[in-house]
């Protein structure tokens, strides 16, 4: 059974720094996509990095430049390093894990953003 803890999340004063921890249980951690998800309160879940099972990455627009998400196959972890904070990064986020058509979903970790 595949599960994902995230952990990292916390208060944060803008232009401050956080990075999320993914960890992953199950096998085939190196050959699955890894992405970052938030969902602020009344709006919808969107992507915010994916990283695939060869490295390649994206980000949403609104990070470019400030957020990084990198792998470590051998720990079954992905990570988001968040940077230059802003108060619109505040939300709830999601680690996902896609392997092959399955999508599999943390349990969340809040981010806030404020002064």
């Known amino acids: 059974q595949v599960q994902l803890v995230e952990s990292g999340g916390g208060l944060v004063q803008p232009g401050g720094s956080l990075r999320l921890s993914c960890a992953a249980s199950g096998s085939l951690f190196s050959i699955s996509g890894m992405g970052w998800y938030r969902q602020a309160p009344g709006k919808h879940r969107e992507l915010v990095a994916f990283i695939t099972s060869g490295g390649s990455t994206n980000y949403a627009d609104s990070v470019k430049g400030r957020f990084t998400i990198s792998r470590d196959n051998a720990e079954r972890t992905a990570y988001l390093q968040m940077n230059s904070l802003k108060p619109e990064d505040t939300a709830v986020y999601y680690c996902?894990?896609?392997?092959?058509?399955?999508?599999?979903w943390g349990q969340g970790t809040q981010v806030t953003v404020s002064s």
């Open positions: 996902n894990r896609v392997l092959g058509s399955t999508n599999y």
